[in-house]
């Protein structure tokens, strides 16, 4: 555990170099991978040694490797896919903040900044780069939250997706429930890739594209509004801010999906309390428990309907507007 990062960092090389896709026809030798991913064969040996020994891939003879269980999900034409994902977590605009994690927990403030000279999402709206390589992580999330068959949307006409990126999530909700319509809204700079997703899976005409900042205001029109994995981002304020705007948006028979990882009051397993500390030393966000969310709700004059899990840790808030 305490060498875990050397793990981490080995997962998202071999992501970025796309060993997991080279292999996806059969075992091949490391010589060969490595002339394909264009890399020093020694190198790579290594790394697909080492990565054997936590079986990602398996060395079936010497030097030869091959996909195992824990290999597949990092090809990128997979159900389920965590390549994106393995490729944000080895970025350093995440490991070098972690390693200011001690600053963070005397100061209770991100050490973004610091490290960067300005706030997490201001660097990404500056950074192609990186906001690529964000919203690809993001959209791989939203495909796996499965909301499109774990909640009921036949009663709905517009879903509006709050900093819906590239619609990914939006784009799995359409394709299932044929009769809605689907607003993304979201900054202008990211709307570019929400249109090119949509076009891509023959849903854009279903779509209005609508640019914006959610601490000014929200789009109006739709009568499900849905905010993923963007509440945790936020300190109370912020977060309390977004929902104030998404409620003036609503209708009174609206109603609001947040789509979160909710903390136990206690003894929570660890990924959570993990992600927790990820958005303090990264944004000054936080994950909440469910009395957390119903306080920060009735804030936005909203009443907490309805909390279900949906898997893999992420539990659907339903809020209406409170009467």
């Given at each position: 555990?305490?060498?875990?990062?050397?793990?981490?960092?080995?997962?998202?090389?071999?992501?970025?170099?796309?060993?997991?896709?080279?292999?996806?026809?059969?075992?091949?030798?490391?010589?060969?991978?490595?002339?394909?991913?264009?890399?020093?064969?020694?190198?790579?040996?290594?790394?697909?040694?080492?990565?054997?020994?936590?079986?990602?891939?398996?060395?079936?003879?010497?030097?030869?490797?091959?996909?195992?269980?824990?290999?597949?999900?990092?090809?990128?034409?997979?159900?389920?896919?965590?390549?994106?994902?393995?490729?944000?977590?080895?970025?350093?605009?995440?490991?070098?903040?972690?390693?200011?994690?001690?600053?963070?927990?005397?100061?209770?403030?991100?050490?973004?900044?610091?490290?960067?000279?300005?706030?997490?999402?201001?660097?990404?709206?500056?950074?192609?780069?990186?906001?690529?390589?964000?919203?690809?992580?993001?959209?791989?999330?939203?495909?796996?939250?499965?909301?499109a068959d774990h909640y009921?949307?036949?009663?709905?006409?517009?879903?509006?997706?709050?900093?819906?990126?590239?619609?990914?999530?939006?784009?799995?909700?359409?394709?299932?429930?044929?009769?809605?319509?689907?607003?993304?809204?979201?900054?202008?700079?990211?709307?570019?890739?929400?249109?090119?997703?949509?076009?891509?899976?023959?849903?854009?005409?279903?779509?209005?594209?609508?640019?914006?900042?959610?601490?000014?205001?929200?789009?109006?029109?739709?009568?499900?509004?849905?905010?993923?994995?963007?509440?945790?981002?936020?300190?109370?304020?912020?977060?309390?801010?977004?929902?104030?705007?998404?409620?003036?948006?609503?209708?009174?028979?609206?109603?609001?999906?947040?789509?979160?990882r909710i903390l136990p009051?206690?003894?929570?397993?660890?990924?959570?309390?993990?992600?927790?500390?990820?958005?303090?030393?990264?944004?000054?966000?936080?994950?909440?428990?469910?009395?957390?969310?119903?306080?920060?709700?009735?804030?936005?004059?909203?009443?907490?309907?309805?909390?279900?899990?949906?898997?893999?840790?992420?539990?659907?808030?339903?809020?209406?507007?409170?009467?």
């Amino acid at each position: 555990m305490i060498a875990a990062y050397q793990v981490t960092q080995a997962i998202h090389v071999a992501a970025v170099l796309g060993i997991a896709d080279l292999l996806k026809d059969g075992p091949r030798d490391s010589d060969l991978l490595a002339q394909l991913a264009d890399v020093n064969p020694d190198g790579l040996y290594r790394l697909l040694r080492a990565l054997a020994g936590v079986g990602i891939f398996a060395e079936v003879e010497p030097r030869r490797f091959a996909l195992t269980p824990l290999a597949e999900p990092l090809r990128t034409d997979v159900p389920d896919s965590v390549h994106a994902f393995a490729a944000l977590q080895g970025q350093p605009w995440i490991w070098r903040p972690w390693g200011r994690l001690l600053d963070a927990v005397k100061t209770g403030n991100s050490v973004f900044p610091d490290e960067y000279g300005m706030p997490f999402f201001d660097y990404f709206t500056r950074n192609e780069q990186a906001r690529t390589v964000l919203q690809a992580a993001l959209a791989g999330s939203g495909r796996r939250t499965g909301l499109a068959d774990h909640y009921d949307f036949s009663q709905s006409s517009t879903v509006a997706d709050i900093a819906g990126g590239q619609g990914a999530l939006l784009g799995t909700i359409l394709s299932k429930y044929q009769h809605l319509r689907g607003i993304v809204f979201d900054r202008a700079v990211v709307l570019a890739h929400a249109r090119q997703h949509l076009t891509e899976v023959g849903l854009i005409d279903r779509c209005d594209l609508v640019g914006g900042d959610f601490f000014e205001s929200v789009v109006v029109g739709a009568d499900t509004y849905l905010l993923s994995q963007v509440l945790h981002d936020w300190n109370d304020n912020a977060a309390l801010t977004i929902l104030t705007n998404c409620r003036r948006a609503m209708p009174e028979h609206g109603r609001l999906l947040a789509i979160e990882r909710i903390l136990p009051e206690r003894q929570a397993p660890i990924r959570g309390p993990l992600g927790d500390l990820n958005m303090l030393v990264l944004m000054n966000g936080r994950e909440r428990t469910r009395d957390e969310y119903e306080a920060l709700l009735a804030k936005a004059d909203l009443r907490l309907a309805q909390v279900s899990e949906m898997g893999d840790g992420f539990s659907v808030i339903e809020a209406v507007p409170r009467t």
